[in-house]
């Protein structure tokens, strides 16, 4: 039962903090980047990944071991576009994370990083989709213990 309980705990903090991290990223984000906000943007990409995988690999095991068993989320079209949803999400995180470990090299050299304009407004637009997708998997995840469209 204990297992079960922090199993769902750190599945739901970690999801919080995932999108927290999102909203830091997009308030940190500018045209005019320093080097104080790039590292923070690298520390800040970072906690998101790790977030993200804790979200992942407590869902799993929810699935397998903890919830209403794999059978009962395995055959539920919500379960799929929950999970669809979340690759796409972990897809789209891609071009920030990428863009920010670029930086890096620069950054210890104490040189803050240049983007074009439409670099920095796509890597605003994908911060703003990720946001969009996690948004909406909570609404998700309550269908699916609901049993909808089941």
């Not at 199993?7 to 903090?17: D, E, G, N, P, R």
């Not at 794999?70 to 071009?95: C, E, Q, T």
């Not at 040189?111 to 909406?136: C, D, H, K, N, S």
Request: positive net charge; glycine residues 8%.
């Amino acid at each position: 039962m204990w297992n079960s309980a922090l199993t769902a705990y750190l599945h739901y903090l970690s999801f919080m903090v995932a999108f927290a991290a999102l909203v830091v990223e997009h308030q940190l984000f500018s045209a005019e980047i320093t080097l104080k906000q790039a590292w923070r943007l690298v520390i800040t990409d970072s906690l998101y990944g790790l977030a993200a995988v804790t979200v992942l690999v407590t869902g799993i095991l929810r699935v397998m071991y903890f919830g209403q068993g794999a059978d009962y989320y395995l055959h539920n079209p919500v379960f799929h576009a929950k999970v669809g949803l979340f690759i796409g999400v972990g897809l789209l995180s891609l071009y920030p994370t990428i863009s920010v470990l670029t930086w890096i090299g620069g950054l210890r050299k104490a040189e803050p990083p240049t983007l074009t304009t439409a670099q920095g407004q796509r890597f605003v637009w994908i911060v703003r989709g990720e946001l969009l997708g996690l948004a909406l998997i909570p609404l998700l995840a309550a269908m699916l213990a609901r049993g909808l469209l089941a």
